[in-house]
Nanobody
Framework: QVQLVESGGGLVQAGGSLRLSCAASGLTFGSYAMGWFRQAPGKERELVACITIGGSTYYADSVKGRFAISRHNAKNTVYLQMNSLKPEDTAVYYC??????????????????WGQGTQVTVSS
């Protein structure tokens, strides 16, 4: 059974930084693409960043240049470094795993396993 556990969320002032972690178990981690999604109140879930099994990355336009996704296969962990945070980054952030591995573009339907989410709140 795949389990994804996020950590690292919290309250931060605008301009600050947070680093989210997602520990995965129950899967061959190196064979899965990993993604971070977020959902703000009243808004649809959106893909924030994704990293393929080969290490290629994808970012939503709204976070390019501010967020960085990385993975440590030996630790079965994916990270999301978030810098220059803005109030509009406030959301629940979810980690997700995709057995697809590699694609040129991604959507939520590509991801079959999800974590419970961690709250990120950015104050102005």
């Amino acid at each position: 059974q795949v389990q994804l556990v996020e950590s690292g969320g919290g309250l931060v002032q605008a301009g600050g930084s947070l680093r989210l972690s997602c520990a995965a178990s129950g899967l061959t981690f190196g064979s899965y693409a990993m993604g971070w999604f977020r959902q703000a109140p009243g808004k649809e879930r959106e893909l924030v960043a994704c990293i393929t099994i080969g290490g290629s990355t994808y970012y939503a336009d709204s976070v390019k240049g501010r967020f960085a996704i990385s993975r440590h296969n030996a630790k079965n962990t994916v990270y999301l470094q978030m810098n220059s945070l803005k109030p509009e980054d406030t959301a629940v952030y979810y980690c997700a795993a995709s057995a697809v591995g590699r694609k040129s573009s991604w959507s939520g339907s590509d991801f079959g396993s999800w974590g419970q989410g961690t709250q990120v709140t950015v104050s102005s």
